[in-house]
């Protein structure tokens, strides 16, 4: 197993992936940093949750737009599926975690 250290908004992830998977996930990091830090300049830092949160659910939007659902179920293939998957239990644990932040 590879690991990679990704930065988002500015700040470093240590992230382990299967062997040669490291461009693709180096990839998608700076497709997330992109979105997060757009919100960022719009909104704000108003909390890493909630920012990771919001690019999460945008990014699920894009899948389903792109697939026909959030879920990727209509001709994104099992790959965008099995992303999607993984974005929503992200957007939920941030959701629940954002929740337990103190409000700014």
């Given at each position: 197993?590879?690991?990679?250290?990704?930065?988002?908004?500015?700040?470093?992830y240590?992230?382990?992936?299967?062997?040669?998977?490291?461009?693709?996930?180096?990839?998608?990091?700076?497709?997330?940093?992109?979105?997060?830090?757009?919100?960022?300049?719009?909104?704000g830092?108003?909390?890493?949750?909630?920012?990771?949160?919001?690019?999460?659910?945008?990014?699920?939007?894009?899948?389903?737009?792109?697939?026909?659902?959030?879920?990727?179920?209509?001709?994104?293939?099992a790959?965008?599926?099995?992303?999607?998957?993984?974005?929503?239990?992200?957007?939920?644990?941030?959701?629940?975690?954002?929740?337990?932040?103190?409000?700014?």
């Amino acid at each position: 197993m590879a690991q990679v250290n990704l930065e988002i908004n500015g700040r470093a992830y240590a992230v382990g992936c299967d062997d040669g998977e490291e461009e693709h996930l180096l990839a998608l990091a700076r497709h997330v940093d992109a979105r997060v830090r757009g919100l960022a300049a719009k909104l704000g830092q108003v909390g890493e949750a909630r920012l990771f949160l919001l690019a999460c659910l945008m990014l699920a939007h894009e899948l389903g737009e792109r697939g026909g659902d959030a879920r990727g179920r209509s001709g994104g293939g099992a790959r965008d599926g099995q992303v999607a998957d993984r974005l929503e239990a992200v957007a939920k644990r941030l959701s629940a975690l954002a929740e337990r932040l103190p409000r700014a």
